[in-house]
């Protein structure tokens, strides 16, 4: 028995691609608008707070003991003098939320985005 999609089929499958593309499309517009800045922070204190753009070229020392490098849109440890290296391990930072963490010497990397600090509001 051989089965032959409908007329009914057809319009329900059209709303469901049109609908998904224009919900692809209003998330690519409301991603394409966030900025994203990279944070600095020392003993729980924020050292510098910068906008990452495509023309960002800033290396920030720490006391000799860390040194961050921001180039375009991305952020990285570039040196910590503590012995595990895994800040540096962590390589480059991209996208809103990821951090790179040196504990011996207490300085936090991390990249936010433009919109809100705030993950979710729970009542």
Known sequence: MRSRMKWGDAVIIGAVLLLAAALAAVL???????????????DGSLVER???EEQT??????DGHNT???LGKTAKMQYADCRDQVC???GTLTRAGQVAVCLPNRV???ITGGQSDVDAIVS
């Open 50 to 52: 910068v906008a990452l």
């Open 88 to 90: 540096v391990r962590t």
């Open 28 to 42: 690519a517009m409301q991603a394409a608008g966030d900025r994203l800045y990279a944070e600095v922070w020392k």
């Open 57 to 62: 070229d800033r290396t920030i020392e720490l």
């Open 68 to 70: 961050v490098v921001l």
């Open 108 to 110: 936090v990397l991390k």
